[in-house]
Every structure is written in C-alpha cells, then in structure tokens.
C-alpha cells in the first residue's frame, strides 16, 4: 500500500489489528450492482402516495392486492434474483474468509451479503427473497411470490406479507445489531448516509464506548465527525485497494 490515501493506509491498520468487527451497510453498498436507491423510486403507485404509506403495514392491511401491486413496482421485484454481489460484498466475505468474526448490518433488504458469502447477516430492514403467511408463519420463496398477482399462502390460501420490515412496523432485529456493534473491536459504516433512525444511532454508540469506528461513503453524513477514519469514496474502489 502506498501513502498516496492516508486515510486507506489507516482504515487498513484498523483492520489488520480488529479481530471482531461489526460492519453497518446501507443502500450504497448495493449501487455497484445495480440496485436502485428505493427511497426515490417513481412509479405508478406514487401519483397519490407517498412512499412511506405504500409500503406500509396499514396499507397492506386495508388493501392486500392493491399493496402488492405497488410494493412489485417499487422493488423492482422482478429483477431481484438477478442482481449479483459486488467488490465490497465479496470484500466483507474475504474478511470473515480470513479468520475475521464479522457481524454485518445492514439496511439492504437485497440478500447480497449473504450471496457474497457472508454468514452472520443482521438483516436489520428485513429481505425481499422471502414473504410469509401471517396465518401459519410458512415461508415463501420469491420465485413462488413472483408467479402470483396475489400471493397466497400454498398451505392455508392466507395472503402473504413480504418480509421486509414495512413502515409502522418495528425493526425486530435493533437490539441484536447494537449488540453486535458495541461487543466489536472495530465498527465499519459502508455505504450508508446514517439518515434512518435507530439504525444511524449505533455509530454514537459504538464511538461513545470507544470503539474505532470507519466509514467509507460518498457523501458526507451529519455523523462523520464520530468517525476515527471517513473515506468519501466508492466501496468497490476502495475495496479493491484493501487487504483482507
Ligand atoms: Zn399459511
């Protein structure tokens, strides 16, 4: 490694001296392979609703069939099982590969961490690759789900609900994340503009404790100054410069 990047040669001292490490991802993780940030999707479904309300659990409720159809055009639900894990995906693996106890958390609701090879996945905003029967708790892969309008439940004809974390839900996986954060000998931030609460609260945290915290995202975030090390550059680069 040269010293032309000052603060990669640091990033990768924290590294190579970290044992545990907790790495919190966000949507920027996911745009070198393509995927969408959803949050300004723009679709049929929005011409009266804002997205909060559409992906909602109220909506899916009232409206069952009406829900599906948007929650299919926001998610791009079609395209799911072909996107493939990139640079920083497989980097996170290698890590964990080399001896590393990774814990991953992250917003992405994607399933690429685990496709990378990642084994210890806290999916924090649920998954797209599943949806369950609220009635008898069976899972549905989405290969199923994408065959039907409506999907049902293949057992008991309920229908079902995606196991993304939907808005007006509670995000059943907090507790187990900042755990998993504060247990860590060095916090990693990738990808993530730390905007969604309480997910953006565990860098505070894991700072407050003292545990070296990083983060490589593009844009500034209003935490940045939490951080021992801020990279504003794109993960596959800088991934591809690191040593696991
Ligand atoms: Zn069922």
């Excluded at 915290?213 to 935490?223: D, G, I, M, Q, S």
């Amino acid at each position: 490694m040269t010293d032309i990047n000052p603060s990669l040669s640091r990033l990768q001292g924290l590294l190579d001296q970290a044992q545990r490490i907790a790495v919190l991802t966000g949507a920027g993780m996911s745009t070198e392979s393509g995927i969408p940030d959803f949050r300004s999707a723009n679709g049929l479904w929005s011409r009266d609703m804002s997205l909060a309300e559409a992906v909602s659990i109220d909506y899916f409720r009232r409206d069952p069939a009406a829900f599906w159809l948007a929650f299919r055009d926001i998610f791009h639900l079609k395209l799911v099982g072909g996107y493939q894990p990139n640079d920083g995906h497989r980097f996170l693996a290698a890590l964990e590969a080399a001896g590393k106890e990774v814990t991953v958390l992250t917003q992405n609701i994607d399933g690429l961490h685990g496709r990378a090879g990642s084994r210890r996945v806290l999916e924090m905003h649920g998954t797209l690759l599943t949806a369950s029967c609220p009635g008898c708790g069976e899972v549905h892969p989405l290969d199923y789900v994408e065959r039907l309008a409506l999907p049902e439940c293949r057992y008991c004809h309920g229908v079902l609900k995606p196991d993304v974390v939907l808005y007006g839900e509670a995000v059943p996986l907090i507790e187990p994340a900042f755990d998993a954060a504060l247990a860590a000998d060095l916090l990693l931030v990738m990808g993530s503009s730390l905007e969604v609460s309480p997910v953006n609260l565990i860098p505070a945290e894991a700072a407050r404790a003292g545990i070296p915290c990083a983060l490589v995202n593009y844009t500034p975030t209003r935490f940045d100054a939490l951080f021992d090390v801020c990279l504003r550059a794109g993960i596959g680069e800088t991934c591809r410069q690191l040593r696991a």
